[in-house]
Structure formats: structure tokens, C-alpha cells
């Protein structure tokens, strides 16, 4: 059985099984181009900071380091191992969010006006753009068919980098509670997040994106499960009710996708392999993330922290690879690739920025509207930009996964109007 399962994992990794029989514009020029190994060498470069990492955590706990510690780095380790200050009890809930004033409705209208504005532009355009980057050649000519940027990992740092200078600016501008957490913690949640987004990535050289949309709005049912596991949580029917529609809807959609263009890449198994392991990944990210909330940190300090092991990694593995170099220097050969990559990482530090204020003046319903509304939105712009074909049932079964979404909007609504405890939504922090 363990044979039979390898024999399909190494089959994926292989380019070649394209939907309906069609063979890859460009194929890896080697095995070591396939996404499967690059896989392995990330997580191993990745490995090789969380190891001794987790080895010195430990030590330092089994050596109470912070009853017998003294010296110049005294602050610094007790600050990544142990936090500035202990844990109260692992079911402290979280923070309930603050009210916004009482203002004109005028001005409310207004606010909630600028807020779905700027998360619609912010994360369309970085859906645009993510597209763009990941299926498209840059400096073709009549002669020339130009290259591909084909390195995931260092769009992700690119990301990383610039939300990890908005989210310390911010910090250093605007007042945050005290930190207590221990830094070590949001390397879990760095190291989920990192994956995730490669996986993310990755599989738009496989899949269409309105597949990869849909595949992030069904992810409520990882969700679910990593809740049970890692939070010990337990849901209502009508949260089982709506996993299944939307369980129900991405299948009508993946099952009666008409053929993509030749421009565009082919549904393939090994897209569906890296979309579930961006799902599964970024369940883990949202669960962790929750449970270190119990620390009473900001959303902005979360964003910081995560960034920062995020940045480490990322830049860890790529000199272990030597492929930060090579990455700038496609920056240098193709200046509109260097164009689109700072936008993309522009949107998605924004983006953020735009999530915890549409949160904090309007509540976690609205925003989760909003966004659903965006993922109808990005299908549609996708497939009128570049080509993407939807069959009648596959648009039935996009509409059935959208309105599942805002009936569970509807749905925690009501337990809220009648005094019960919804189900927390999960973590808006790092989402691209």
C-alpha cells in the first residue's frame, strides 16, 4: 500500500498528466525543476533553522535559564524562549473587539465604502498580478518565446519583507499592548504560512485560478477538522450543513470545467496535490495563530512576528540554494517582472493594513462579506483577462459555494443576535 501511494505522489510531481491529455507549454528542463523536489529541498533548508532552533528552546527550558540566566543576551533569550510574561491559562479567551463610536450614518456609509474599496482593489489586483507573474513569460519578442519566473519561494519572501516593514512601522507609530508572547511561538506559524504560500504559488503552474479561488473558499472545511485537532472545537449543524454545500459546489466546478486554452495551464493532479497542501497548511496557520491571540497581542504584532521568522526562513533557503541571486537577477533582466512583484507585495502588505481596520470598525460578518463578494469578483476578472472557460453547471456550482459562504455569515449572525456563542472566525492575519 505505502508503494502504491509514492508511485501516485512521484506521478504528480511528473508534468507530463495534464488535463485532457494536453502536454505543458514549458517543461522543467530537469528533474530537479520538479515541484515535488523543490519541495523537499525548501522544507529541508527550512529544517535546518527550526532544528537546532527547537534544540536551543529546549535547552534553555531544561537549563531554567530564566532563574540562573545573567548577561548581555539575557533579555534576548528570554524573550524568544519564555515572553516577557507568563500565559495565564490556555483557554483564556480572546479580546472582544471594541465598538466603533457613535457617528453619523452618512459617515459610516463612507467608511464602509473606503474599507470594501480598498480591500477589493488591494486583493484583485494582487490576484491579478499573482496570475500574471506564475503563468506568463516576460521579455518575449517575434523571435524570442522570453522566460518564466519559475521560483515561488522568492515572491513569498518579496511579500514577507515589505509586510514585515509595515507591520514594525506600524508598530513603532501607533501604540500596541505589551508583548508577552514567546518569539520561538510564531515560527510554527511562519513556517505554515511560508509553505502554504509556496503551495499557493506553485500550483498556478498546474491549475486555473478561478480553481485555485474556489480551493480557498472550501478550506473552511480543513478548518473545521485543524479546529477539532489543535483548538478542541465543536461546531453547530448548519457549519457541517455549509462545508457539505460548498464541498458539493467546488465538485460540480472541478468536474464540468471545460478544456483551459493553451495559454492558460490545465487542471492537473498535481495542482490539486499543492492546493491541498496550501488548504491544509493555512488550516494550521489560522489555528495556531488563534491560540496565540490568548497572549493578547494585536493583529498588527501577529503580523509582525510571523513576517520576521517568515523572512528568516525564506532568505535562509534561498542562500543555502543560491537562489536569492538568481532571483534578483531575473529582477534585473525583465523590469516589468520587478514592477509586478513590488505591486504584488505592495497589495498584500496593504491588504492587511485594510483587513484590521475593516474588522475593527465593522466586525469580522461585514468583512467576510466583502471578501466573498472579492473571490466572485477575482473568478470573474480572471477569466476575462485571461481566458478562462466556465460551463453552465461548473457557474451553478461557483454559485452554490459563494452562497453556502454568506449563509454561514447569515447563519453566525443569528446565534449572535440570539445571545449564543458563535463559532470564532478564523484569523484574518496573513492570508496571501
Given at each position: 500500500m505505502d508503494a502504491r501511494w509514492w508511485a501516485v505522489v512521484v506521478l504528480a510531481a511528473l508534468p507530463s498528466l495534464g488535463a485532457g491529455g494536453e502536454t505543458p507549454e514549458a517543461p522543467p528542463e530537469s528533474w530537479s525543476q520538479l515541484w515535488f523536489f523543490r519541495f523537499l529541498v525548501n522544507a529541508a533548508g527550512y529544517a535546518s533553522f527550526m532544528v537546532p532552533g527547537y534544540l536551543m528552546v529546549q535547552y534553555f527550558r531544561r537549563k531554567n535559564?530564566?532563574?540562573?540566566?545573567?548577561?548581555?543576551?539575557?533579555?534576548?533569550?528570554?524573550?524568544?524562549?519564555f515572553?516577557?510574561?507568563?500565559?495565564?491559562?490556555?483557554?483564556?479567551?480572546?479580546?472582544?473587539?471594541?465598538?466603533?463610536?457613535?457617528?453619523?450614518?452618512?459617515?459610516?456609509?463612507?467608511?464602509?465604502?473606503?474599507?470594501?474599496?480598498?480591500?477589493?482593489?488591494?486583493?484583485?489586483?494582487?490576484?491579478?498580478?499573482q496570475e500574471r507573474v506564475m503563468t506568463r513569460s516576460y521579455g518575449a519578442t517575434a523571435t524570442s518565446p522570453g522566460e518564466r519566473f519559475t521560483d515561488s519561494q522568492f515572491l513569498v519572501l518579496m511579500n514577507r519583507v515589505l509586510a514585515l516593514i509595515v507591520a514594525g512601522l506600524y508598530c513603532i507609530l501607533c501604540k500596541q499592548p505589551r508583548h508577552g508572547a514567546p518569539?520561538?511561538?510564531?515560527?510554527?506559524?511562519?513556517?505554515?504560512?511560508?509553505?502554504?504560500?509556496?503551495?499557493?504559488?506553485?500550483?498556478?503552474?498546474?491549475?486555473?485560478?478561478?480553481?485555485?479561488?474556489?480551493?480557498?473558499?472550501?478550506?473552511?472545511?480543513?478548518?473545521?477538522?485543524?479546529?477539532?485537532?489543535?483548538?478542541?472545537?465543536?461546531?453547530?449543524?448548519?457549519?457541517?450543513?455549509?462545508?457539505?454545500?460548498?464541498?458539493?459546489?467546488?465538485?460540480?466546478?472541478?468536474?464540468?470545467?471545460?478544456?483551459?486554452?493553451?495559454?492558460?495551464?490545465a487542471t492537473t493532479l498535481s495542482g490539486l496535490i499543492l492546493l491541498a497542501g496550501y488548504i491544509a497548511f493555512d488550516s494550521f496557520t489560522s489555528n495556531w495563530q488563534d491560540a496565540l491571540f490568548a497572549y493578547k497581542m494585536s493583529?498588527?504584532?501577529?503580523?509582525?512576528?510571523?513576517?520576521?521568522?517568515?523572512?528568516?526562513?525564506?532568505?535562509?533557503?534561498?542562500l543555502e540554494q543560491g537562489a536569492l541571486l538568481e532571483g534578483t537577477r531575473f529582477m534585473g533582466r525583465h523590469s516589468e517582472f520587478a514592477a509586478h512583484a513590488l505591486l504584488l507585495s505592495v497589495c498584500s502588505a496593504c491588504g492587511q493594513l485594510f483587513?484590521?481596520?475593516?474588522?475593527?470598525?465593522?466586525?469580522?460578518?461585514?468583512?467576510?462579506?466583502?471578501?466573498?463578494?472579492?473571490?466572485?469578483?477575482a473568478i470573474?476578472?480572471?477569466?476575462?483577462?485571461?481566458?478562462?472557460?466556465?460551463?453552465?453547471?461548473?457557474?451553478?456550482?461557483?454559485a452554490v459555494v459563494f452562497a453556502a459562504l454568506l449563509l454561514r455569515v447569515y447563519a453566525r449572525g443569528r446565534l449572535k443576535q440570539r445571545g449564543k456563542k458563535a463559532v470564532p472566525v478564523e484569523s484574518p492575519v496573513q492570508k496571501v
Open positions: 535559564y530564566l532563574e540562573t540566566g545573567r548577561g548581555l543576551c539575557f533579555p534576548l533569550v528570554k524573550a524568544c524562549v515572553g516577557n510574561e507568563p500565559k495565564a491559562s490556555d483557554e483564556v479567551p480572546l479580546a472582544s473587539r471594541t465598538e466603533p463610536a457613535e457617528t453619523t450614518p452618512t459617515w459610516q456609509a463612507l467608511k464602509l465604502l473606503f474599507c470594501a474599496a480598498g480591500l477589493q482593489v488591494s486583493y484583485l489586483t494582487w490576484g491579478v498580478l518569539m520561538y511561538r510564531y515560527s510554527f506559524a511562519s513556517l505554515s504560512n511560508v509553505l502554504s504560500s509556496w503551495c499557493q504559488y506553485e500550483a498556478l503552474k498546474f491549475v486555473s485560478f478561478p480553481t485555485q479561488v474556489l480551493a480557498k473558499a472550501s478550506k473552511v472545511i480543513p478548518v473545521m477538522l485543524m479546529g477539532k485537532l489543535v483548538s478542541r472545537r465543536s461546531y453547530e449543524h448548519w457549519e457541517y450543513l455549509t462545508a457539505g454545500l460548498i464541498s458539493i459546489g467546488v465538485s460540480m466546478f472541478l468536474l464540468s470545467s471545460g478544456p483551459e486554452p493553451r495559454s492558460s495551464p493583529s498588527v504584532q501577529m503580523m509582525f512576528g510571523v513576517n520576521l521568522f517568515s523572512c528568516l526562513f525564506t532568505v535562509g533557503s534561498l483587513i484590521f481596520y475593516t474588522i475593527g470598525q465593522f466586525g469580522a460578518a461585514i468583512f467576510t462579506i466583502i471578501m466573498t463578494l472579492r473571490q466572485a469578483f470573474l476578472l480572471s477569466c476575462l483577462l485571461y481566458g478562462h472557460t466556465v460551463t453552465v453547471v461548473g457557474g451553478l456550482g461557483v
